[in-house]
Nanobody, 126 residues
Framework: QVHLVESGGGSVQAGGSLRLSCVAS????????MAWFRQAPGKEREVVAT????????WYADSVKGRFTISRDNAKNTLYLQMNSLKPEDTGMYYC???????????????????WGQGTQVTVSS
């Protein structure tokens, strides 16, 4: 069983930056999808960015395009999310996810992922 552990969340003012990290407890193989999701209070979990490790190919939600960057350090088994120019609407719990069973679902959907971290809180004040 692979465990994912996120870190790097915190409270920042609008315009600030944070870098989230997600460390996997074991090698997460290649040619699979990893992603960052977020969930604000009272809202559904939404995809922020995905990364295909076989590419690597990335995808971003329109709301974060140009401000966030997803990347992976294979040697460290770590997934990152660099978040710049943060806005109050970026506030939420951020989750790392990995698809280790090669789901046939769209990688932008939560059901595509079989491993999740516990989440790290990001709060952006205006």
């Amino acid at each position: 069983q692979v465990h994912l552990v996120e870190s790097g969340g915190g409270s920042v003012q609008a315009g600030g930056s944070l870098r989230l990290s997600c460390v996997a407890s074991a090698y997460t193989s290649s040619n699979n999808y990893m992603a960052w999701f977020r969930q604000a209070p009272g809202k559904e979990r939404e995809v922020v960015a995905t990364l295909y490790t076989g590419g690597p190919a990335t995808w971003y939600a329109d709301s974060v395009k140009g401000r966030f960057t997803i990347s992976r350090d294979n040697a460290k088994n770590t997934l990152y999310l660099q978040m710049n120019s943060l806005k109050p609407e970026d506030t939420g719990m951020y989750y790392c996810a990995a698809d280790l069973t090669y789901s046939s679902y769209d990688p932008r959907e939560p059901r595509s992922y079989d491993h999740w971290g516990q989440g790290t809180q990001v709060t952006v004040s205006s």
